[in-house]
C-alpha cells in the first residue's frame, strides 16, 4: 500500500500568518495518463471532511483563494496564506492512485 | 443540495455484524462511485470500500476483505455496507461518501458510530 507521510502532525499558528503542509507518498503517484490524483480535506473539529483541493491543485468551489496546492510524484504541499479562525482543524492528504486509496496522518492546525 | 445521510450504527459484540445505510438525495446517484470511509477514534481517515455505479465492481481494504461487503440500491438512492466478524479495531465513526474520480470525495454523509466492545 502507498504510504502517506504529512509532516507536521500539529501546527500552531498566528492568526493572519501562512501555515504550510506538506504530504509525502511512499510511491510516486503519477499515472499512466499523466493524472495525478492528490487531494486535500479539512475537517473542522466535531464535523464530516470537506473536500478543499483536488488533483494537487484544484480548488474547491467556495474555499477561499488563501488555500492553494502544489508539488508532483511524491512531494505536496498545502498551503494557507493567511491563517483565520475558522481554518481550525485537520488537515488530510489523500492519494487517490493506487488502490487501497490512502490517507495521511492528519495535521492539526491551531491557532497559537 | 446533495444530502447523504447515514444510519445503522451502534454498539455491538466482537464477532457480530451490523448492516449500515447510506440514503443520498440531491445527487445523480446511479452515476455516482461510492464510498466507506471509517475514522477510528483519534485517528486519522481509512478507506473501507469503493463501488462502481452498477454495482459490478467493489474494492476493498484488506483489513475488511471477506468480512465486510458494499452494495447499493440505484432505485432507492441508497448505499449499504454490511459488516460480519466483527472487531474491536473496527471501531470508529463510518461516513458514506460520493467519489467524483480517484478518490476525490466531494459529497460526505455526517457519519454513523460504529462501537464494537463486550
Known amino acids: 500500500d502507498v504510504v502517506m507521510t504529512q509532516s507536521p502532525l500539529s501546527l500552531p499558528v498566528t492568526l493572519g500568518q501562512p501555515a504550510s503542509i506538506s504530504c509525502k507518498s511512499s510511491?510516486?503517484?503519477?499515472?499512466?495518463?499523466?493524472?495525478?490524483?492528490l487531494h486535500w480535506f479539512q475537517q473542522r473539529p466535531g464535523q464530516s471532511p470537506r473536500r478543499l483541493i483536488s488533483r494537487i491543485s484544484d480548488r474547491d468551489s467556495g474555499v477561499p483563494d488563501r488555500f492553494s496546492g502544489s508539488g508532483s510524484g511524491t512531494d505536496f504541499t498545502l498551503k494557507i496564506s493567511r491563517v483565520e479562525a475558522e481554518d481550525v482543524g485537520v488537515y488530510h492528504c489523500?492519494?487517490?492512485?493506487?488502490?487501497?486509496?490512502?490517507f495521511g496522518q492528519g495535521t492539526k492546525l491551531e491557532i497559537k | 443540495e446533495v444530502q447523504l445521510v447515514e444510519s445503522g450504527g451502534g454498539l455491538v459484540q466482537p464477532g457480530g455484524s451490523l448492516r449500515l445505510s447510506c440514503a443520498a438525495s440531491g445527487v445523480t446517484f446511479s452515476v455516482s462511485w461510492m464510498a466507506w470511509v471509517r475514522q477510528a477514534p483519534g485517528k486519522g481517515l481509512e478507506w473501507v470500500a469503493l463501488m462502481n455505479p452498477d454495482g459490478t465492481t467493489r474494492n476493498y481494504v484488506d483489513s475488511v476483505k471477506g468480512r465486510f461487503t458494499i452494495s447499493r440500491d440505484n432505485a432507492e438512492k441508497s448505499l449499504y455496507l454490511h459488516m460480519n466478524s466483527l472487531r474491536a479495531e473496527d471501531t470508529g465513526v463510518y461516513y458514506c461518501?460520493?467519489?467524483?474520480?480517484?478518490?476525490?470525495?466531494?459529497?460526505w454523509g455526517q457519519g454513523t458510530q460504529v462501537t464494537v466492545s463486550s
Open positions: 461518501a460520493r467519489d467524483s474520480l480517484y478518490g476525490s470525495l466531494d459529497y
Open positions: 489523500m492519494q487517490g492512485s493506487h488502490w487501497p486509496y490512502t
Open positions: 510511491q510516486s503517484l503519477v499515472l499512466s495518463d499523466g493524472n495525478t490524483h
